[in-house]
């Protein structure tokens, strides 16, 4: 089975590794699709319950809007099945609608051959056809999901200031995080980032339990798995972990703290994170000297004139080359304090926003 994984700009290398930790296939990148092929749907199964760096995962079924692959479209549509094309990163709206036009056409075509008609539903479609444009390649493939799923439903209790869950689990990961660490999220915010790093360590399903529970998901209607044993898919049971291996995290806003909570109930991690309200000069106070193997804070603007406090702390608390992962807002630029060395600094971008992050080593 030959699978294309979309990522935002910018994920692209850590989910090659992901994918190669997760199922250990070889990959090809061609800008923010990543082509692999997979060898049976146990292993897509487990692939897609943890592939946390993921905008979108399509069944692929060619490079090219005009022509593709031999596919068996009728795996995954019936005549009961209601379908939309969708195209993107295409500039124009005439010409994304020409092509999404062209392809349901060419799909119709093909489902014909086996006297298939499938209904064209443009607002809530049970399976969803991707058109991405990319690199002068048109990557098509059927949505598993229907919708991206990077946004994450645990967030239910958002953060004005958070990202949605791919950023976050970047982030986590750019901190050198690797599970059995400790690591510290500091102004945890709605919790994203300090859930996404439970989820990594704990190898926790990071879907909607409902829509798992429901049946919501588009691979829940796809006449080639009706048939198939789905009933461990979604499972978010999990063995108890000594506390060494929870994730800890804190704010200074004790609503911060509650949504945090709320949000780690829904996505199944709460036994797994250590949430507390305190302030930024108490931090050595509620945590031993070179207690942490990483410390990740996001730094809002009314955070920058903490920048010294968090230097101090973040000296105290770290072991020795133990990691700091600060991130701000684009164009912000602060001194790296004499207590670290800086290893990598760079920004990323999201629609209209920016976010520079330093990773520090402490010396």
């Not at 879907?207 to 429901?214: A, E, F, N, S, Y």
């Not at 048939?227 to 704010?251: M, R």
């Not at 000069?281 to 968090?310: A, C, M, P, R, W």
């Amino acid at each position: 089975m030959r699978i294309f994984v979309i990522v935002n700009p910018g994920l692209e290398k850590l989910a090659e590794q992901e994918i190669k930790e997760l199922v250990k296939v070889k990959v090809k990148i061609y800008g923010s699709v990543l082509d692999f092929e997979i060898k049976d749907e146990k292993e897509w199964f487990y692939l897609v319950e943890h592939l946390q760096s993921a905008r979108r995962v399509l069944i692929a079924f060619g490079e090219d809007a005009e022509r593709w692959d031999s596919f068996d479209f009728q795996d995954y549509l019936s005549s009961d099945s209601t379908f939309k094309v969708e195209v993107e990163n295409l500039k124009g709206q005439e010409n994304r609608f020409k092509i999404a036009k062209e392809v349901a056409g060419k799909i119709y075509t093909e489902l014909a051959k086996s006297k298939i008609n499938p209904k064209l539903e443009l607002k809530h479609p049970e399976v969803l056809v991707i058109v991405y444009g990319q690199e002068g390649k048109y990557f098509l493939g059927i949505d598993l999901f229907g919708q991206e799923v990077n946004s994450r439903a645990y967030r239910v209790f958002p953060h004005s200031a958070s990202f949605k869950g791919d950023l976050a689990y970047f982030f986590v990961r750019k901190s050198g995080f690797k599970p059995g660490e400790k690591l510290l999220v500091g102004l945890v915010k709605d919790g994203t980032m300090a859930i996404e790093a439970a989820l990594f360590a704990n190898k926790i399903n990071f879907l909607d339990k409902d829509k798992i529970t429901k049946k919501n998901y588009s691979f829940f209607k796809f006449p080639k798995w009706r048939k198939v044993d789905l009933s461990g898919f979604g499972s978010l049971k999990t063995k108890p972990l000594p506390p060494a291996n929870k994730i800890y995290a804190f704010d200074t806003n004790m609503q911060s703290i509650v949504s945090a909570k709320k949000n780690a109930q829904i996505a199944g991690v709460r036994e797994h994170l250590e949430l507390q309200k305190y302030s930024l000069e108490d931090l050595d106070l509620k945590y031993g000297e070179k207690e942490f193997d990483q410390l990740i804070f996001q730094v809002t603007s009314k955070d920058e004139d903490n920048l010294n406090e968090i230097y101090y702390q973040a000296s105290y608390v770290l072991k020795p080359k133990g990691t700091l992962l600060l991130i701000g807002r684009g164009g912000w630029q602060l001194t790296v304090s004499e207590k670290f060395k800086l290893l990598e600094e760079a920004e990323i971008r999201r629609g209209e926003s920016s976010y520079h992050y330093w990773l520090m080593e402490k010396k």
